[in-house]
């Protein structure tokens, strides 16, 4: 079954840290454009960080540059999302999504998606 699935979202305090996990199956991750995406509550969904297929390049949005690392294991075949220095505006669903396809990092360029993992930063 091809499916990607994320975790490692939780509770947690301002300024601490979090690892989501998106691990894919039924599908190699490598080779593929990877990227995570956000929703809060009342807001639209917005991409945070994305690796590119054909060059490895990585994007990542203004409000989370130099929180945020986005990574892949091929091994574990599995991609993370690395956030430290947690806001509160941070809180929202994570979701990943795989683009099997070219390097579009948009959420309709994606053919795999997550059901989502909630992040929540309150103290």
């Known amino acids: 079954q091809v499916q990607v699935v994320e975790s490692g979202g939780g509770l947690v305090q301002p300024g601490g840290s979090l690892r989501l996990s998106c691990a894919a199956s039924?599908?190699?991750?490598?080779?593929?454009?990877i990227a995570w995406f956000r929703q809060a509550a009342g807001k639209e969904r917005e991409g945070v960080s994305c690796?590119?297929?054909?060059?490895?390049?990585?994007y990542y949005a203004d409000s989370v540059k130099g929180r945020f690392t986005i990574s892949r294991d091929i091994g574990k075949n599995t991609m993370y999302l690395r956030i430290d220095s947690l806001i509160a505006e941070d809180t929202a669903i994570y979701y990943c999504?795989?683009?099997?396809?070219?390097?579009?990092?948009?959420?309709?360029?994606?053919?795999?998606w997550g059901k989502g993992t909630p992040v929540t930063v309150s103290s």
């Open positions: 999504g795989v683009n099997t396809y070219d390097d579009n990092c948009l959420w309709d360029g994606m053919d795999y």
């Open positions: 690796i590119r297929s054909s060059d490895d390049s990585t």
């Open positions: 039924g599908f190699s991750l490598d080779y593929h454009t």
